[in-house]
């Protein structure tokens, strides 16, 4: 069975948008570009050739990784983040043990990747952990360096 993944409406909204685009624009953008680059005789040296082809199959690749997200989506409405206990789509700030400034992290998909804060998925060890969780509550995780104890101190 596939993994499902947690999006928001707008980055299921966006990546969607971006599989019709490659499926359509993208793959007659690089249809054209390998005509042209066969159009310059030799293919064993030419270098138009390869570079096309290499980007065929890098979009080709990101079509499949897009469509397999699309088709296990799990859309997280707005209101499931924040509240009192940690859901997939929460943005948390956690305190490290040690540590004076908290950190945030969006519990999500890394395809809702931000600027403002980090992501961790939840299924990983620390993104399992965090979730049920509530503000106040020290969870730990294992990781490659050991246990790692965080205090959760806001959810947004």
């Given at each position: 069975m596939a993994d499902v993944h947690q999006l928001s409406q707008s980055a299921f909204d966006r990546l969607k948008a971006e599989h019709d685009d490659l499926c359509t624009r993208g793959r007659i953008d690089i249809a054209r570009k390998i005509e042209a680059a066969r159009e310059l005789g030799d293919l064993s040296e030419n270098g138009d050739y390869h570079a096309a082809k290499e980007e065929q199959g890098k979009m080709a690749g990101r079509?499949?990784?897009?469509a397999a997200i699309i088709e296990n989506a799990e859309i997280v409405a707005d209101g499931e983040g924040g509240g009192d206990v940690v859901r997939a789509g929460s943005i948390?700030?956690?305190?490290?043990?040690?540590d004076a400034e908290p950190?945030?992290?969006l519990v999500g998909s890394i395809e809702e990747k931000r600027d403002d804060v980090m992501v961790v998925s939840p299924g990983s060890p620390m993104g399992l952990a965090l979730l049920g969780a509530a503000i106040s509550d020290a969870v730990e995780y294992d990781s490659p360096g050991g246990t790692i104890k965080v205090e959760i101190v806001a959810i947004d």
């Open positions: 079509i499949m990784h897009l948390v700030s956690v305190l490290y043990e040690g950190e945030r992290f």
